[in-house]
Nanobody, 124 residues
């Protein structure tokens, strides 16, 4: 059973920094992409940043570009999000995402997986 295990998050003052990490566990043939989405109260879930695991190609939302950095350790099936210069509008539940092939066969289709979410609150 594939699971995405998130860690990090919490409460930080405006202008502060936080780091998130997400580990994909279970039997996984390959991971194409991992990343982070977020959902603020009353809003739709939105892209924060994603990275392909082999090539490291990143896609970063304009709202966080220049403040958030996504990175990955492909050997450990882990993705990281370093968040700096945090603003109150960054407050949200942050969800880890992965596009991967579960199991042991390359013939299996890609599937999307989501973590349980971790709360990030930016407030003085």
């Amino acid at each position: 059973q594939v699971q995405l295990v998130e860690s990090g998050g919490g409460l930080v003052q405006p202008g502060g920094s936080l780091s998130l990490s997400c580990l994909a566990t279970g039997t996984i043939f390959s991971i194409y992409e991992m990343g982070w989405y977020r959902q603020a109260p009353g809003k739709q879930r939105e892209l924060v940043a994603t990275t392909t695991m082999n090539a490291g190609r990143t896609n970063v939302a304009p709202a966080v570009d220049g403040r958030f950095t996504i990175s990955r350790d492909k050997d450990k099936n882990t993705v990281f999000l370093q968040m700096t210069k945090l603003k109150p509008e960054d407050t949200a539940v942050y969800y880890c995402y992965a596009d991967l092939i579960p199991g042991t066969s390359s013939w299996a289709p890609n599937e999307d997986y989501w973590g349980q979410g971790t709360q990030v609150t930016v407030s003085s």
